[in-house]
């Protein structure tokens, strides 16, 4: 099983409670599956570059005109795409990582998934096939810590729903969430608890992940 962590926290992980969720995520995951191939992108590390004006025409100008000749100007803009999408389209599991912060997703992160949702890099689209994904992401964990406390549906969290539309659109349906909510300790007495009992929960969901059956037949039943 291939595994992407992408990470999008400056904090140490003694300070960041969604990075503790990372560690007991794959604490649990390889113990599990030593197997498991794991790629870690610490997104301050490897900082994208914002969308700019030549990678949307490397990207997108094809899609509408096959001529389209890519300059080698829109080529190099698609440097940092192109190798995080390889590493992406390798993947069997996406896990992100990140704060909530103003109610989104880091900054960061949102420059990362605009530079991979790329079409003919992880998608392809046509107006006779609609959207094909070109990678085998069968599952996007995304361990999350906030402030605050969102129930479901709440419409101030955008960060949740960015996640599923944007990997839902290029075809992955499966997105689990592990969320410490109420981790400010001004207005929440059981923030501890409410980390204790995400931690739990992280340690659950890479159980399940180490479930996943990745073998060819699965995919078939899943394309019927
Ligand atoms: C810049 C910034 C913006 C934040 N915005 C929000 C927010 O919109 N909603 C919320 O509930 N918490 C917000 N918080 C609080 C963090 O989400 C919270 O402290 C979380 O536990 C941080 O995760 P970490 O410990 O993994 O860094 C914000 C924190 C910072 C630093």
């Not at 990207?59 to 389209?68: C, G």
């Not at 993947?91 to 949102?110: E, R």
């Amino acid at each position: 099983m291939n595994v992407l962590h992408v990470c999008a926290n400056p904090k140490p992980t003694e300070e960041s409670v969604s990075k503790q969720l990372a560690a007991a995520f794959f604490g649990k995951l390889i113990e599990l599956k030593p197997e498991v191939e794991l790629v870690n992108v610490n997104l301050y590390d490897e900082k994208p570059p914002f969308y700019s004006y030549e990678l949307y025409k490397a990207a997108w100008y094809p899609v509408f005109d096959e001529n389209y000749e890519v300059s080698k100007v829109e080529e190099l803009a698609m440097n940092y795409a192109s190798k995080q999408a390889e590493q992406f389209n390798e993947a069997d599991v996406l896990v992100l990582t990140m704060p909530m912060w103003n109610f989104g997703v880091p900054a960061i992160m949102k420059a990362w998934i605009d530079q991979i949702l790329c079409p003919g890099l992880t998608f392809s689209i046509s107006k006779e096939e609609g959207v094909k994904p070109l990678h085998k992401v069968k599952s996007v964990v995304l361990l999350v810590s906030s402030g605050g406390v969102y129930k479901e549906d709440d419409d101030r969290d955008a960060l949740t729903r960015q996640v599923r539309h944007s990997f839902g659109f290029i075809g992955v349906e499966d997105v689990e969430i592990v969320w410490a909510e109420g981790q400010n300790p001004l207005f929440f007495d059981n923030y501890e608890e409410n980390k204790a009992l995400a931690i739990e929960a992280a340690s659950e969901i890479a159980e399940d992940t180490a479930e996943i059956d990745l073998s060819p037949a699965a995919e078939e039943v899943a394309a019927d």
